[in-house]
């Protein structure tokens, strides 16, 4: 996943079949997203690391395909916009920043998919909301209602049970929250609309990734020397597999309102941890469902937070003026 929303938005409001254009597309991406590791798991004789670097150089490359093309007729700015941000040390800077999250949060999530923890991935991406709010505290400064502190500590309480039963603090889960969350921190300071910024991403992980897939292919210590022609078009498609729902994402975030994407976010856990416990037959004991319950319980109370405020809110003024 990636989290940069900040294509251009439209000042005009979109039209119904806009509505219906741009939910389609949120429904799609967070769908792809969901099954992604269907895909992943069909390329088991790759190493995790490997399976990053490949998806690095090769989004990088089809990006520098479809980037022109977008382009080319004044999207995005242009290729004024594009050479401007190219041109600052500070859009660099930050998108290295960004990069190495991004890196280290498909590193743990392709992991999880190598070795059975689907359902810890589906995990991480569940609690990833509320890591964003506790990034909000400790680093913004913000201020969480009691609602809000609650949801929080709802699902700690999750976390906690499946730590306990399992024997093991849910690290991976833990990875992918905390760097997809300090991933969209980083991206608050950027202006660039998603797939501009998604390129710089990958341009400064680019020459590392060719490095090391070079060397190992020379070497012949790559897992994917000798390897069938179909892993390697699947690792080639890896960067078109990366780039869709993102691209479908941002149209969708041009169109629907962000409450609607807020909510439809949760399809791609949802689905991932369909097919970690359905598809791929990971266990999913007692204590293991009680503690995705909990995390569930917070994260609605959480998405409702909001609702009871403004009700709390409305009624306090009609008391007022009563």
Not at 172 to 179: G, H, R, T
Not at 228 to 256: D, H
Request: aromatic share 12%.
């Amino acid at each position: 996943m990636s989290s940069d929303l900040n294509s251009p938005a439209n000042t005009t409001a979109p039209s119904p079949l806009d509505l219906r254009f741009g939910f389609f597309c949120a429904v799609a991406a967070h769908t792809l997203w969901g099954l992604f590791p269907i895909y992943w798991r069909q390329l088991g004789n790759v190493d995790a690391t490997e399976l990053v670097w490949h998806r690095i150089l090769w989004s990088f490359l089809m990006l520098c395909i479809i980037l022109p093309l977008v382009l080319r007729k004044g999207n995005l700015g242009g290729y004024q916009a594009f050479a401007t941000a190219v041109r600052s040390p500070k859009v660099w800077a930050i998108y290295s920043l960004a990069a190495v999250m991004i890196a280290i949060n498909w590193l743990a999530f392709l992991w999880a998919v190598k070795n059975n923890r689907v359902l810890e991935a589906s995990l991480g991406y569940y609690i990833n909301p509320l890591m964003n709010v506790m990034l909000g505290v400790i680093v913004l400064g913000e201020k969480l209602g009691r609602t809000q502190w609650i949801a929080v500590a709802v699902a700690a309480v999750g976390v906690l049970v499946m730590s306990i039963a399992g024997g093991h603090v849910p690290w991976v889960s833990l990875a992918m929250a905390s760097s997809f969350a300090l991933y969209g921190l980083i991206k608050k300071k950027t202006h660039l609309p998603a797939i501009v910024g998604l390129w710089f991403e990958m341009a400064v992980l680019f020459l590392p990734a060719a490095y090391i897939i070079a060397s190992g292919t020379l070497s012949g210590d790559s897992s994917v020397v000798g390897s069938s022609l179909t892993v390697k078009m699947m690792l080639v498609g890896g960067g078109l597999v990366t780039i869709t729902p993102l691209m479908l994402f941002a149209a969708a975030v041009r169109r629907v309102n962000l409450s609607t994407i807020g909510i439809l976010q949760y399809i791609g856990p949802t689905l991932q941890f369909i097919v970690g416990a359905f598809v791929f037959g990971e266990p999913l004991d007692t204590w293991r469902i009680l503690g995705f319950g909990f995390v569930w319980f917070g994260l609605v109370i959480f998405l409702v937070s909001p609702t009871l405020r403004l009700r709390l809110a409305s009624k306090q003024v009609s008391l007022s003026r009563n």
